[in-house]
Antibody, heavy 121, light 107 residues
Framework: EVQLVESGGGLVQPGRSLRLSCTAS????????MHWVRQAPGKGLEWVSG????????GYADSVKGRFTISRDNAKSSLYLQMNSLRGDDTASYYC??????????????WGQGALVTVSS | EIVLTQSPATLSLSPGERATLSCGAS???????LAWYQQKPGLAPRLLIY???SRATGIPDRFSGSRSGTDFTLTISRLEPEDSAVYFC????????FGGGTKVEIK
């Protein structure tokens, strides 16, 4: 059974940093691309960032480009999201998501339970 | 960026009825790179359909997807009470984007 468990969420002040982690199990982690998708309270889904199987390709939404950095450690079956210069509109549940294939452009076939990030003073 | 527009915003139907959800793309979506997700309150989304018309693992055959040009459709042939949820479409032909969602209510 695929499991994706996020950690590192919480309350942070505007302008500060936070790092999300996701630990994966139940599949061969380095065979698949991984992504972060967020959902503001009561709102729709927004893709944040993605990384292909070997970290050779990454992508970011315009809203986070230059502030967020995605990375992965295949030896640890872990995915990360370093979030800097946080703003109020970054407040959301952040989902760790498994891509359906190794490539960057794909759909998302397994989702974590989400980590809530609240940016507020 | 490919913008996806979903309609209607809300659909209210009775059990056993047919639900038709639409997702229109602002430009051509190559290789049928469109997926549908179901999200129930307090839970993460679940993949229903990928590549426009392929059902994901474990998804009942009452869910089906189709495409006509830049318009995509999710059909639930016979609604059941547990189908009450919000449904999102997503394209992955380039940087992924999601539609705004359609809420399906069961009377």
């Amino acid at each position: 059974e695929v499991q994706l468990v996020e950690s590192g969420g919480g309350l942070v002040q505007p302008g500060r940093s936070l790092r999300l982690s996701c630990t994966a199990s139940g599949f061969i982690f380095d065979d698949y691309a991984m992504h972060w998708v967020r959902q503001a309270p009561g709102k729709g889904l927004e893709w944040v960032s993605g990384i292909n199987w070997n970290s050779g390709g990454t992508g970011y939404a315009d809203s986070v480009k230059g502030r967020f950095t995605i990375s992965r450690d295949n030896a640890k079956s872990s995915l990360y999201l370093q979030m800097n210069s946080l703003r109020g509109d970054d407040t959301a549940s952040y989902y760790c998501v498994k891509g359906k294939t190794s490539g960057y452009h794909n759909c998302f076939d397994n989702w974590g339970q989400g980590a809530l990030v609240t940016v507020s003073s | 960026e490919i913008v996806l527009t979903q309609s209607p915003a809300t659909l209210s139907l009775s059990p056993g009825e047919r639900a038709t959800l639409s997702c229109g793309a602002s430009q051509r979506v190559s290789y049928n790179s469109l997926a549908w997700y179901q999200q129930k309150p307090g839970l993460a989304p679940r993949l229903l359909i990928y590549d426009a018309s392929s059902r994901a693992t474990g998804i009942p055959d009452r869910f089906s997807g189709s495409r006509s040009g830049t318009d995509f459709t999710l059909t639930i042939s016979r609604l059941e009470p547990e189908d009450s949820a919000v449904y999102f479409c997503q394209q992955y032909a380039n940087s992924p984007t999601f539609g705004g969602g359609t809420k399906v209510e069961i009377k």
